[in-house]
């Protein structure tokens, strides 16, 4: 499904990604975890084709988005969608039109057709007949039941999640957490999960990935990551102040 070879990307004269390698398969949960600001959502923007790497390739069912633009391009990037870390809903439009916003260049599709797939995916992230309301009415973790509904509708094949349990309490997590577990099975999608929160790694991922130092380390299972020889992961993953170097501390604080 994806493949990463070579991936590097710099700003500023600062490697932030440094020669990485992944191979994400078709419908697993992938957790890519790391500390704020290692470049996480960095591989996003460069998984969508919004920003271009300096070295390496990125190939989606065989096709390198690196060497695609215009209509080839947004072909591709019909088949991935994002749910953004902090929903990034269009304060203008109701919760319907929302939720249907990915559906209007699916020309083959009437508009009954639209509504209907609007109002099934609000019933799939348990928010049934709430099209008319508008996004400020709704709570931080209604809002992001939204975005995810808004990034299935279109029935992509890889559906990228950008810190999707940032700023919600330990119970609205877990209700994001097994939307994402939800949606996977149901609509067979790909996901690959941006994360740095413990309870969203274990309770989504099938397989984990570690970004420090602009290096990617694929460390496994759940299970697995427990059990890491890489020391660093086991720190992440208990909460170890050992994690940080003294720079690190400065800058995360």
Same mark, same amino acid.
């Given at each position: 499904m994806i493949k990463i070879r070579n991936l590097t990307k710099i700003y500023d004269n600062k490697i932030v990604i440094d020669d990485i390698d992944?191979?994400?398969?078709? &419908?697993? /949960?992938?957790?890519v975890i790391g500390v704020s600001g290692c470049g996480k959502s960095t591989l996003l923007k460069l998984i969508?084709?919004?920003?271009?790497?300096?070295? &390496?390739?990125?190939?989606?069912?065989?096709?390198?988005?690196?060497?695609l633009e215009g209509k080839a391009l947004n072909e591709i990037r019909k088949k991935i969608n994002m749910v953004f870390q902090y929903s990034a809903l269009f304060d203008s439009m109701t919760v319907?039109?929302?939720?249907?916003?990915g559906l209007e260049h699916l020309k083959h599709l009437k508009e009954k057709e639209?509504?209907?797939?609007? &109002?099934?995916m609000l019933e799939d992230v348990g928010l049934s007949?709430?099209?008319?309301?508008?996004?400020?009415?709704?709570?931080?973790g209604m809002q992001k039941r939204i975005g995810i509904a808004r990034a299935i509708?279109?029935?992509?094949?890889?559906?990228?999640?950008?810190?999707?349990?940032?700023?919600?309490d330990p119970v609205r997590s877990t209700i994001i957490e097994d939307l994402i577990n /939800?949606?996977?099975?149901?609509?067979?999608?790909?996901?690959?999960?941006?994360t740095h929160q413990v309870s969203t790694i274990y309770r989504t991922a099938n397989r984990i990935a570690m970004m420090y130092d602009g290096k990617l380390y694929d460390v496994g299972s759940p299970e697995e990551a427990k /059990?890491?020889?890489?020391?660093?992961?086991?720190?992440?993953?208990?909460?170890?102040t050992e994690y940080l170097t003294s720079e690190e501390e400065l800058n995360y604080g």
């Open positions: 992944l191979d994400v398969t078709d &419908g697993e /949960k992938l957790a969508m084709g919004i920003e271009k790497p300096e070295k &390496g390739s990125i190939e989606i069912n065989g096709q390198d988005i690196k060497k319907g039109q929302n939720v249907g916003f639209k509504e209907m797939i609007v &109002g099934q007949g709430i099209q008319s309301k508008m996004p400020a009415e709704l709570s931080g509708a279109p029935n992509p094949e890889v559906v990228l999640y950008d810190e999707p349990t940032t700023g919600l /939800k949606m996977n099975q149901k609509f067979k999608v790909t996901s690959l999960i941006i /059990k890491s020889k890489i020391k660093k992961v086991r720190d992440f993953l208990e909460g170890n």
